[in-house]
């Protein structure tokens, strides 16, 4: 087991994700329940000095809300053709629930690969 440095957002969709999922993609549409099982991940540098959890939280989504939320789309809707056409951090919490995972460990035996998706 490895230790990896770094932290990680834990997001899950809401039922205004789902919706906005089953009219984009209505024949591939999982159900909600199908969609938050499968949480996406996404991994920050750990912070330099210790810092309130729900303060870190906060200052975390406010400066990566827009690239996680690109993203979450795109897996349905990959040019974003069909994208909110205001998105802003208050829609994305209604959106989306998001929580902090403070450590992360590797369980796997194969080397961790790093690949690049932009």
């Known amino acids: 087991m490895n230790f ?14 789902h ?5 984009v993609a209505a024949d591939e549409a999982p159900t909600l329940e199908e969609m938050a099982a ?9 912070p330099q000095e210790d810092c ?3 303060e870190l939280t906060t200052t975390l989504i406010k400066q990566n809300f827009m690239t996680i939320w690109r993203n979450e789309l795109a897996v349905w ?3 974003l ?3 909110p056409s205001e998105m802003n951090q208050a829609q994305f919490s209604q959106w989306f ?3 902090l995972s403070g450590l992360t460990f ?9 690949a690049n998706v932009d």
């Open 77 to 79: 809707d990959e040019y």
């Open 106 to 114: 590797d369980l796997a035996q194969e080397p961790l690969l790093v």
């Open 38 to 46: 499968e949480s996406s991940c996404y991994l920050l540098a750990e």
């Open 97 to 99: 629930n998001v929580t």
């Open 81 to 83: 053709d069909n994208a």
């Open 19 to 23: 919706q906005w999922v089953v009219n």
């Open 52 to 54: 309130d959890i729900a």
């Open 4 to 17: 990896v440095n770094r932290i990680s957002l834990i997001v899950t969709p809401t039922p205004l994700m």
